[in-house]
């Protein structure tokens, strides 16, 4: 774990890929951002919620490095937690994309996805957007609001502002741009690369969180 700065209400921490915000259910004892930030400081172990211990305010994917958020005191997490729920967060990723398999990357430079997206009716660890009324999926319908932004040299930026399960993955997949190396979603096979650059608040802003070592890629685009 890295710490990327704080202000008066949250902490700005650096995930790197390949381990869970939260301890993995098979191994409770395992490698995850919350050991290490109570191996920094302990006394974050007590007085949070169920759900959001140490403060840890959202997830990343296990794979996906970069930004998360944690409140730096327990009546800093409520009010953190209402601006990712009520979409005035604009949260901003790169990510790397050849296009489908055997077609390339797509013609377009910028496009927004706002299909719906839902649990994969037979598989836990899938999601689908919706095509139509008759898509099937599991469980309801949660909206979806995803910005692509072509930057160059296989790079891809995301903007999203809301927060569903796999969002960039499964809306990038249905724009033609299916992660590198993510196969679940119809990738090209190499290394996996999504990564959390930062949030812009209403009245704040994140550090931005820097690629993994050994990874060279663009910055991002924050707009007004």
């Given amino acids: 774990m890295l710490s990327l ?14 381990i869970p915000v939260f301890p993995p259910h098979a191994d409770p004892a395992g490698d995850c951002l919350l050991a290490r930030l109570l191996a920094v400081h302990p006394d974050r172990a007590v007085g949070w919620p169920a759900g959001f211990e140490g403060g840890l305010a959202h997830r ?11 409140a730096r005191a327990p009546a800093d997490l409520a009010p953190l937690r209402a601006d990712f729920a009520s979409g005035a967060l604009r ?10 398999p055997d077609v390339g990357p797509p013609p377009f430079d910028e496009q927004v996805r706002t299909e ?47 927060g569903v399960m796999h969002q960039i993955r499964v809306h990038a997949a249905a724009a033609g741009l299916p992660l590198t190396g993510d196969t679940l979603y119809g990738g090209t096979p190499g290394a996996f690369a999504l990564h959390h ?11 931005r969180a820097p690629l993994p070592e050994g990874v060279r890629g663009p910055d991002v685009l924050v707009r007004p």
């Fill in 197 to 207: 650059v930062c949030v812009v608040g209403p009245g704040w802003a994140s550090p």
């Fill in 5 to 18: 700065g704080e202000d008066a209400a949250r902490l700005y921490l650096w995930k790197p890929p390949g």
């Fill in 60 to 70: 990343l994917d296990t794979a996906t490095s970069g930004l998360v958020i944690a």
């Fill in 116 to 162: 719906p997206i839902a649990h994969h009716p037979n598989r836990k660890d899938r999601m689908v957007t919706r095509r139509g009324p008759r898509t099937t999926h599991r469980g309801k319908w949660y909206d979806a609001w995803t910005r692509f932004t072509r930057r160059g040299d296989g790079w891809w930026q995301a903007e999203i502002r809301t």
């Fill in 91 to 100: 949260k901003l990723y790169l990510f790397r994309s050849e296009g489908l």
